[in-house]
């Protein structure tokens, strides 16, 4: 299994400039959500998806767009890059429960983006 | 939601076993607590999950008192590779309602030869 796979691992865009994250799993989970990462700040959830179809605002979702048209497929969309969206992108997935009744989120290895 | 407050940073030594606290005085009923394992360059690995009293994985236990307003972690006999940053999370796990995992700083832990 690929698990949660995040395409590119690193991007450098100039200001103004779109451009999306791709974010795919294949464990056929329901929830995925998308996360940033700045130094001293723990992960900001952005947008997150509780199945094909349905979206919802996380805690930081201005400037940023997603859709899930697929059970598989969660991509990240920069309207107009700013420099504040300078950060480390991580794509997460979770199922309902596994077999120990846990919900573990399994995360992607991150997109560093840069934007100048 | 509730807000969770954990050590910014602790420092260890091969061998030693180290418990990492997390307060959470807002918990609601419903909430579960998990821990998550950050190493530099990747994202963060689910360690464990518990609602009460004690849990145990190979990896680590979680002790969680009665009233569940804050948690352990203890990991055993820590080595080099431990060194990462932990993190609590509280919430309700997803359910088909609206759910919103948050990670705060977290702690970031640096185990010494």
């Known amino acids: 299994n690929a698990g949660v796979t995040q395409t590119p691992k690193f991007q450098v865009l100039k200001t103004g400039q779109s451009m999306t994250l791709q974010c795919a799993q294949d464990?056929?989970?329901?929830?995925m959500s998308w996360y940033r990462q700045d130094p001293g700040m723990g992960l900001r959830l952005i947008h997150y998806?509780?199945?094909?179809?349905?979206?919802d605002q996380g805690e930081v979702p201005n400037g940023y767009n997603v859709s899930r048209s697929t059970t598989e497929d969660f991509p990240l969309r920069l309207l107009s890059a700013a420099p504040s969206q300078t950060s480390v992108y991580f794509c997460?997935?979770?199922?309902?429960?596994?077999?120990?009744?846990?919900?573990?989120?399994?995360f992607g290895d991150g997109t560093r983006l840069s934007i100048l | 939601l509730a807000k969770t407050t954990q050590p910014i940073s602790m420092d260890s030594y091969e061998g030693q076993e180290v418990n990492i606290t997390c307060s959470h005085n807002?918990?609601?009923?419903?909430?579960?607590i998990t821990w998550y394992q950050q190493f530099p360059s990747q994202g963060p690995r689910f360690i464990i999950q518990?609602?009460?009293t004690k849990v145990t994985n190979e990896v680590a236990s979680l002790f969680i008192p009665a009233d569940r307003k804050s948690s352990t972690l203890s990991l055993p006999r820590v080595s080099l590779s431990d060194t990462a940053v932990y993190y609590c999370?509280?919430?309700?796990?997803?359910?088909?309602?609206?759910?919103?995992?948050?990670f705060g700083r977290g702690t970031s832990l640096i185990v010494h030869p």
């Open positions: 997460a997935s979770s199922s309902r429960y596994d077999r120990l009744g846990h919900q573990p989120q399994h």
């Open positions: 464990m056929n989970h329901e929830y």
């Open positions: 998806s509780v199945g094909a179809g349905i979206t």
């Open positions: 807002n918990i609601a009923t419903n909430d579960y």
């Open positions: 518990g609602y009460k």
């Open positions: 999370l509280v919430g309700v796990p997803p359910s088909g309602g609206s759910y919103i995992p948050t």
